[in-house]
């Protein structure tokens, strides 16, 4: 069994003080979804965790969904229910309720936050790829403030997210999509409850008043080593009226540009056209069936 200290953190400055006393031995625990669980099978991660450092008693600072100006602020430790009911995220970026509607269950969906989701660094994280369509930022506060960093950038390796010892994830920032641009996300899960997606893709569009594409968006999850945008597809959709064989087209990009950065693998076989099944998915949910 592994031992630690629990910590009750009351204010965002207690937070990173705690953390750069244990040195990177300690860690935060928000709703506990995941990390609870690892901890659980003792996943090797933790094994020299020193302390548990509980968020949760932080929501009056860190539980928001907030929309100023062209931008929308969404705290560490709002949960997937609240994205999901949120009439903000439903107006401007519909997608991310989606993602967050398609979590676990609703219990997991009560206690998971996007802090967690988005620092437990799992590709196949579903709030992920809504966020890296939307070139999301990452708010982190240390011990001497706060810093911004690409969403994208804060990846920094498979599995890995870029936090010193004394941080933490304050808040992601993204801004409204266009007004009139529609989205869509598909996901590919085990069969089994509760399955964490395989591959899952979220998508945007919007089209002009001759009925093109002048605005789109296209991010995967699980098929690159960090999590990315695929401008490559996006390209193809510009300029082009809806249509089966456009979505064809994009979802064939899409798993081109997934060999290109990986190369083939054992799983190709299998991920290639299943990449292509659920890009054409997410944008016929962006355009409606008539283009199925
Ligand atoms: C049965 C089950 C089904 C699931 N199904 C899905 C699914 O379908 N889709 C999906 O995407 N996920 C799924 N998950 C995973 C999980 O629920 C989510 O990833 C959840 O959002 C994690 O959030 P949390 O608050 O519980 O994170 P925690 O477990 O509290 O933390 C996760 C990690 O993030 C770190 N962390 C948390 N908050 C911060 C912060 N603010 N700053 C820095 N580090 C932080 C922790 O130290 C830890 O390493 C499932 C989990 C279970 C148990």
């Avoid at 903000?88 to 802090?115: D, E, M």
């Avoid at 999509?177 to 919007?206: C, D, M, Q, Y």
Wanted: aromatic share 8%; glycine share 8%.
């Amino acid at each position: 069994m592994f031992k630690y200290d629990y910590y009750r953190a009351e204010t965002p400055d207690e937070v990173c003080e705690v953390l750069a006393r244990y040195q990177g031995k300690a860690r935060i625990v928000a709703g506990g979804t995941d990390i609870m669980v690892q901890i659980r099978e003792k996943d090797k991660r933790w094994k020299e965790l020193e302390c548990l450092l509980d968020l949760s008693f932080l929501e009056d600072e860190l539980r928001y969904i907030r929309e100023e100006g062209d931008q929308i602020h969404i705290g560490a430790l709002t949960t997937h229910t609240d994205l999901e009911r949120s009439e903000v995220i439903k107006r401007w970026i519909p997608f991310l309720g989606k993602a967050a509607s398609t979590v676990g269950s609703p219990q997991i969906r009560n206690r998971g936050t996007i802090g967690g989701s988005i620092c437990n660094a799992s590709p196949a994280a579903d709030p992920l790829t809504p966020l890296i369509a939307l070139d999301a930022w990452t708010v982190i506060r240390g011990r001497d403030g706060e810093r911004v960093v690409t969403l994208k950038d804060f990846y920094t390796g498979q599995g890995k997210v870029g936090l010193k010892e004394d941080e933490f994830v304050k808040e992601f920032t993204v801004r409204k999509l266009p007004e009139g641009t529609v989205t869509g996300f598909a996901k590919l899960g085990r069969r089994k409850a509760l399955a964490i997606s395989r591959l899952n893709v979220s998508a945007a569009l919007r089209l002009d008043e001759e009925g093109r594409i002048d605005f789109a968006r296209i991010a995967p999850g699980c098929i690159f080593s960090t999590p990315d945008r695929v401008e490559t597809a996006e390209n193809i959709l510009i300029g082009r009226k809806p249509s089966e064989e456009l979505w064809r087209e994009a979802g064939k990009a899409v798993s081109e540009e997934m060999i290109r950065r990986t190369g083939i693998r054992w799983s190709t076989e299998y991920k290639q056209p299943a990449v292509e099944a659920i890009v054409e998915d997410a944008l016929i949910e962006c355009c409606g069936s008539q283009f199925a």
